[in-house]
């Protein structure tokens, strides 16, 4: 069955911290697609990445960055010296790429963080 | 700006009256999505739809009915609206395709829905 969990329910840092929020997902799938998004206090969903299940190389964008390991089944995101403005819940999510299947998209509980100046 | 709008954007309802939610979008797409966000479970897909009058369930279907009869314009119909359908409810859009080629899905703004 395909599942994904963010353990961390609420994370409060410093501004200027590095934060690391966690990301493990289940699925029987050989190919499949993780994602993270951003849901900032005015609640819209922002999309920040999109990762192949046959590309493992790490991404980095700005402060932001991805580590897929899928001997480990995690997809991790680390924002670099925090800042306030990243105060936000994220979500990660699964994409099966099995025929099909709905295209649905199975989302972990979410990540509050917190910076707090 | 993935182009989608949803109205309304607060509701407050009461039980037992029918809600519907509108979704629409400007660019054409043709796989379009309507999820719900609790707290505790994240966002679960509610329905989806692949083309005009083409519909399917998600895994919280039941109570909600959609329909599709223009490409840009897919409704969410709670038939009678519960406590328990109190929520966020999101609609989203795949603007290059079919999701299970990895397709990024873009959601809307939200729809606030509180049944009393």
């Known amino acids: 069955a395909q599942k994904v969990t963010q353990a961390q329910t609420e994370i409060s840092v410093v501004e200027k911290e590095d934060v690391t929020l966690d990301c493990v997902y289940e699925?029987?799938?050989?190919?499949?697609?993780l994602f993270w998004y951003k849901q900032p206090p005015s609640g819209e969903l922002v999309f920040l990445i999109r990762r192949n299940s046959f590309d493992e190389q790490n991404e980095i964008s700005g402060r932001y960055s991805w580590n897929f390991q899928k001997s480990t089944s995690s997809f991790n995101f680390t924002i670099t010296a925090s800042q306030v403005v990243d105060s936000a819940v994220y979500f990660c999510?699964?994409?099966?790429?099995?025929?099909?299947?709905?295209?649905?998209?199975?989302f972990g509980q979410g990540t509050t963080l917190q910076v707090k100046p | 700006d993935a182009g989608i709008t949803q109205s309304p954007r607060h509701k407050v309802t009461e039980t037992g009256t029918p809600v519907t939610l509108r979704c629409h979008q400007t660019?054409?797409?043709?796989?379009m999505y309507w999820y719900r966000q609790d707290p505790g479970h994240g966002l679960r897909l509610i329905h989806y739809?692949?083309?005009?009058?083409?519909?399917d369930k998600g895994e919280v279907s039941d109570g909600y009915s959609v329909s599709r009869s223009k490409t840009e314009d897919f409704l969410l119909t709670l038939e009678s609206a519960t406590s328990s359908q109190t929520s966020v409810y999101f609609c989203?859009?795949?603007?290059?395709?079919?999701?299970?080629?990895?397709?990024?899905?873009?959601f809307g703004e939200g729809s606030w829905l509180t049944v009393v």
């Open positions: 660019e054409n797409h043709r796989y």
């Open positions: 999510a699964l994409s099966e790429g099995s025929s099909g299947n709905t295209g649905k998209l199975i």
């Open positions: 739809s692949y083309g005009v009058k083409d519909t």
């Open positions: 989203a859009i795949s603007p290059r395709g079919q999701p299970t080629s990895g397709n990024t899905i873009y």
């Open positions: 699925t029987r799938d050989t190919t499949y697609y």
